[in-house]
Nanobody
Framework: QVQLAESGGGLVQAGDSLRLSCAAS????????MGWFRQAPGKEREFVAA????????YYTDTVKGRFTISKDTAKNTVYLQMNSLKPEDTARYYC??????????????????WGQGNQVTVAS
Protein backbone atom coordinates (compact mmCIF):
# COMPACT_ATOMS: atom_id res chain seq x y z
CA GLN A 1 0.00 0.00 0.00
CA VAL A 2 1.07 3.54 -0.77
CA GLN A 3 0.04 6.58 1.23
CA LEU A 4 -0.40 9.82 -0.67
CA ALA A 5 -0.27 13.33 0.79
CA GLU A 6 -1.45 16.11 -1.49
CA SER A 7 -1.00 19.85 -1.24
CA GLY A 8 -1.29 22.99 -3.33
CA GLY A 9 -4.94 23.61 -4.16
CA GLY A 10 -6.74 26.92 -3.76
CA LEU A 11 -8.77 29.72 -5.29
CA VAL A 12 -7.31 31.56 -8.27
CA GLN A 13 -8.42 33.82 -11.10
CA ALA A 14 -8.75 32.67 -14.69
CA GLY A 15 -5.35 32.74 -16.37
CA ASP A 16 -3.45 32.15 -13.13
CA SER A 17 -1.24 29.18 -12.28
CA LEU A 18 -1.19 26.62 -9.48
CA ARG A 19 1.06 23.69 -8.66
CA LEU A 20 -0.22 20.58 -6.96
CA SER A 21 2.12 18.22 -5.15
CA CYS A 22 1.64 14.62 -4.09
CA ALA A 23 4.16 12.86 -1.87
CA ALA A 24 4.08 9.07 -1.73
CA SER A 25 5.20 6.87 1.14
CA UNK A 26 5.02 3.17 1.91
CA UNK A 27 5.46 0.63 -0.91
CA UNK A 28 6.82 3.20 -3.33
CA UNK A 29 9.32 0.68 -4.73
CA UNK A 30 6.34 -1.12 -6.30
CA UNK A 31 4.90 1.93 -8.03
CA UNK A 32 4.52 1.73 -11.79
CA UNK A 33 3.02 5.16 -12.24
CA MET A 34 1.17 8.05 -10.73
CA GLY A 35 -1.69 10.07 -12.04
CA TRP A 36 -3.92 13.05 -11.44
CA PHE A 37 -7.67 12.92 -11.74
CA ARG A 38 -10.33 15.52 -11.04
CA GLN A 39 -13.97 15.51 -10.14
CA ALA A 40 -16.40 18.39 -10.42
CA PRO A 41 -19.72 18.40 -8.54
CA GLY A 42 -22.24 16.11 -10.20
CA LYS A 43 -19.66 14.67 -12.60
CA GLU A 44 -17.61 11.53 -12.76
CA ARG A 45 -13.96 11.49 -11.81
CA GLU A 46 -11.92 12.11 -14.96
CA PHE A 47 -8.34 11.55 -15.98
CA VAL A 48 -6.06 14.60 -16.17
CA ALA A 49 -2.45 13.44 -16.45
CA ALA A 50 -0.20 10.50 -15.64
CA UNK A 51 3.47 9.58 -15.57
CA UNK A 52 5.11 6.16 -15.73
CA UNK A 53 7.52 5.92 -12.84
CA UNK A 54 10.49 4.21 -14.50
CA UNK A 55 10.38 5.59 -18.04
CA UNK A 56 9.03 9.04 -17.22
CA UNK A 57 6.55 8.86 -20.09
CA UNK A 58 3.74 11.35 -19.59
CA TYR A 59 0.14 11.43 -20.74
CA TYR A 60 -2.52 14.13 -20.74
CA THR A 61 -6.17 14.51 -21.47
CA ASP A 62 -6.75 16.73 -24.48
CA THR A 63 -8.34 19.58 -22.54
CA VAL A 64 -5.17 20.26 -20.53
CA LYS A 65 -2.47 19.63 -23.14
CA GLY A 66 -0.21 22.63 -23.46
CA ARG A 67 -1.42 24.10 -20.15
CA PHE A 68 -0.69 21.41 -17.53
CA THR A 69 2.58 19.60 -16.93
CA ILE A 70 3.05 16.49 -14.82
CA SER A 71 6.50 15.83 -13.44
CA LYS A 72 8.12 13.63 -10.82
CA ASP A 73 10.96 13.72 -8.36
CA THR A 74 11.93 10.11 -7.96
CA ALA A 75 14.24 10.77 -5.02
CA LYS A 76 11.37 12.38 -3.11
CA ASN A 77 8.69 9.99 -4.42
CA THR A 78 6.71 13.06 -5.33
CA VAL A 79 4.66 13.94 -8.37
CA TYR A 80 3.67 17.46 -9.36
CA LEU A 81 0.99 18.97 -11.54
CA GLN A 82 1.85 22.43 -12.80
CA MET A 83 -1.33 24.08 -14.02
CA ASN A 84 -1.02 27.21 -16.15
CA SER A 85 -3.61 29.33 -17.93
CA LEU A 86 -6.31 28.00 -15.65
CA LYS A 87 -9.90 28.23 -16.80
CA PRO A 88 -13.16 28.17 -14.81
CA GLU A 89 -13.88 24.74 -16.30
CA ASP A 90 -10.77 23.43 -14.53
CA THR A 91 -12.59 23.92 -11.23
CA ALA A 92 -12.76 20.54 -9.47
CA ARG A 93 -11.38 18.48 -6.66
CA TYR A 94 -8.06 17.07 -7.83
CA TYR A 95 -6.92 13.63 -6.72
CA CYS A 96 -3.50 12.06 -6.87
CA UNK A 97 -3.31 8.31 -7.48
CA UNK A 98 -0.61 5.65 -7.45
CA UNK A 99 -0.47 2.41 -9.40
CA UNK A 100 1.24 -0.40 -7.51
CA UNK A 101 2.12 -3.64 -9.27
CA UNK A 102 1.31 -2.41 -12.77
CA UNK A 103 -0.33 0.31 -14.81
CA UNK A 104 -2.71 -1.13 -17.36
CA UNK A 105 -4.69 1.85 -18.67
CA UNK A 106 -3.47 5.14 -17.25
CA UNK A 107 -6.77 6.84 -18.13
CA UNK A 108 -8.91 4.61 -15.95
CA UNK A 109 -9.46 4.90 -12.22
CA UNK A 110 -9.39 1.10 -11.81
CA UNK A 111 -5.73 1.09 -12.87
CA UNK A 112 -4.72 2.83 -9.65
CA UNK A 113 -4.47 1.14 -6.27
CA UNK A 114 -4.11 4.08 -3.90
CA TRP A 115 -5.61 7.56 -3.78
CA GLY A 116 -4.95 10.84 -2.03
CA GLN A 117 -7.57 12.81 -0.14
CA GLY A 118 -8.04 15.36 -2.90
CA ASN A 119 -7.47 19.08 -3.06
CA GLN A 120 -9.97 21.67 -4.24
CA VAL A 121 -9.00 23.90 -7.13
CA THR A 122 -11.39 26.76 -7.85
CA VAL A 123 -10.88 29.07 -10.82
CA ALA A 124 -12.91 32.26 -10.76
CA SER A 125 -13.82 33.99 -14.02
Amino acid sequence: QVQLAESGGGLVQAGDSLRLSCAASGRTFSMYGMGWFRQAPGKEREFVAAVRWNSGLTYYTDTVKGRFTISKDTAKNTVYLQMNSLKPEDTARYYCAAAVGGLMDYRRTFSYTDWGQGNQVTVAS
